[in-house]
């Protein structure tokens, strides 16, 4: 077991003049299950196959343990990694693909047999360890690519996006198993996904990048209460957070008949954040037109317009943006009715319109 360090780690493609990482900073703990999570293009991959080796780094240095590997190859580097292919071999049977990389490595013949009969038995494989990968389901397909990472006993686990190829229910069960998996073994573990919501319930700490820079590192909840800028705001969390940007007058903005205090630095306009269940129903305040309800059952998340003119959205190119309120299941709103909402002061977040920074 080791942590992880990047300093100041960057890299820049041939012909491009961006990094795709720009002086990565990032420490991850030993034992932890640290979470690399950004929209397409973040350097999210890229970060995580610098730490690999399969990537050049043009600039800084990357720790495993006490020990630099920046130059190391990576079968050097005593790390295993989960892709997001599972690369099975076809005409192996699962414990020979479990035990392929231990017998290149020329672990005698008992050993290699029990560290992967130990790795069916954590994930629940020993029926099928003399079937061919074209027997198995996805999901069974991706535990096997676990458990020929887990019998190298390595010092970090590297998972590139390894749920994506996965059905929307399967990945539910699978990303479960993969966390419990992890806190059972206590191995170091950097984990890439592009779903929000799996980093949000899978990781101990959650980095979020944008454009290849982090943007906040922090723990679900603490991203969540507490996002250090807009762009963390609206990507994190499920429906988003609704963005606005408002004009300021007095110290006030106004979100129509809804009044939110700002500081005197906040200039003409600022954006306001405020989640779907920060809003409730009220005889005044904010007015939204109705535009499409969606029940769920349990839960009913009303999406609409501001009925205010005067009020933004925050993305100005979000032009199919809507407000998203969570509301009382048994009695949501028609489409066409406009429902005037207010929002207690510690549901408001504010940032500046100027550079997106948190402001309260």
Known sequence: MASVVFKDASRIYPGTTAPAVDKLNLTVNDGEF???????????????????????????????????????????????????????????????????????????????????????????????????PKAL???????????????????VFLMDEPLSNLDAKL?????????????????????????????????????????????????????????????VAGFIGSPAMNL???????????LGNLDVDVPSSAGASVTVGIRPEGFTSSSKGFDVVVEVVEELGADAFVYGKPADPSVKFANASDEGAQIILRWDPKNPPKPGQTVT????????????????????
């Open 34 to 132: 640290l979470v690399l999570v950004g929209p397409s293009g973040c350097g999210k991959s890229t970060s995580l196959r610098m730490l690999a080796g399969l990537e050049e780094i043009d600039n800084g240095a990357i720790y495993i343990g006490d020990r630099e590997v920046t130059n190391v190859a990576p079968k050097d580097r005593d790390i295993a990694m989960v892709f997001q292919s599972y690369a099975l071999y076809p005409h192996m049977t699962v414990a020979e693909n479990m035990g392929f990389a231990l017998k290149i490595a020329g672990v005698a013949k008992e050993e290699r047999e029990r560290r992967v009969l130990d790795a069916a038995k954590l994930l629940d494989l020993e029926p099928y360890l003399e079937r061919k």
């Open 341 to 360: 909402v207010t929002a207690k002061a510690e549901a408001v977040h504010l940032f500046s319109t100027a550079d997106g920074k948190r402001i309260k």
């Open 171 to 231: 990945r539910v069960a699978t990303r479960t198993q993969i966390a419990a998996l992890q806190r059972r073994l206590g191995i170091t573990t950097v984990y890439v996904t592009h779903d929000q919501v799996e980093a949000m319930t899978m990781g101990d700490r959650v980095a979020v990048l944008k454009d290849g820079l982090l943007q906040q590192v922090d723990t679900p909840r603490n991203l969540y209460d507490n996002p250090a800028n807009a762009f």
């Open 244 to 254: 606005l940007t408002v004009p300021v007058s007095g110290g006030k903005a106004k």
């Open 137 to 155: 389901s996805g999901g069974q397909r991706q535990r096997v690519a676990m458990g020929r990472a887990i019998v190298r006993e390595p010092q």
